[in-house]
């Protein structure tokens, strides 16, 4: 299985600040998602990250909140942008091999505070 | 999409109790998971199972893809077996999961 490297594991944001979550994978794959999972919760996802084209981004999450980075097959980032208490929440980078066996790998989550 | 629900919600075991917990999905499937989420947010891999039975140590996963259910068996419970287990299915036609609302397992020593 990928061994998925996510920074950074906790932050405290002011509101109104943006924060990069970063997600490494020791392999090259396929698919790379970001979930959210918001206090107390189940996850949710908020987007796919494609290599080298934009993003495609569940209903009730946008571009300019959730802007998404994927250079390559092994690196995506996910920014926080303008962050407000509501955005609190664990975020996970998840990744998958498109095939017959689809199973899906997680980092280890980015805990965000907002305050 | 395909709906998930999880049962029971929250679950107290003393340890050495034995449990079964259980993931009804509306439609056919051909990827299921489990998940175990520790008290540190880490979710771990349980089980890949879109059918038939698996076994690892004290935890089995038993699907039955004609019926929709999945369910995981947790024998001779220990404290680190807290947390919550979420089950996963395919989330449209796509790769991503979508995710059930978990069970909420403590074990008291």
């Known amino acids: 299985s990928a061994v998925i490297s996510q920074k950074p594991s906790r932050d405290i944001c002011q509101r109104g600040t943006s924060l990069t979550i970063q997600c490494q994978v020791d392999?090259?794959?396929?698919?790379m998602f970001w979930y959210r999972q918001q206090p107390g919760q189940s996850l949710t996802l908020i987007a796919t990250a494609n290599q080298g084209s934009e993003a495609t981004y569940e209903s009730g999450f946008v571009i300019d909140k959730f802007p998404i980075s994927r250079p390559n097959l092994t690196f995506s980032t996910l920014t926080v942008s303008n962050m407000s208490p509501e955005d609190s929440s664990i975020y996970l980078c998840?990744?998958?091999?498109?095939?017959?066996?689809?199973?899906?790998?997680f980092g280890q989550g980015t805990r965000l505070t907002v305050v | 999409g395909i709906q998930v629900e999880q049962s029971p919600p929250d679950l107290i075991l003393q340890e050495g109790a034995n449990s079964t917990l259980r993931c009804n999905f509306s439609?056919?499937?051909?990827?299921l998971q489990w998940f175990h989420q520790n008290p540190w947010g880490q979710l771990i891999n349980l089980f890949y199972?879109?059918?038939g039975t698996k076994q690892n140590g004290r935890l089995s996963a038993t699907t039955v893809a004609t019926e929709r259910y999945s369910l995981l068996y947790i024998s001779s419970s220990q404290t680190t077996d807290s947390g919550v287990y979420f089950c996963?299915?395919?989330?449209?036609?796509?790769?991503?999961?979508?995710f059930g609302k978990g069970t909420s397992l403590l074990v008291t020593p």
């Open positions: 998840s990744v998958e091999e498109a095939g017959m066996n689809t199973e899906a790998f």
């Open positions: 392999s090259q794959v396929t698919m």
């Open positions: 199972i879109p059918s």
């Open positions: 439609d056919s499937v051909n990827n």
């Open positions: 996963a299915v395919p989330l449209g036609s796509g790769y991503a999961l979508n």
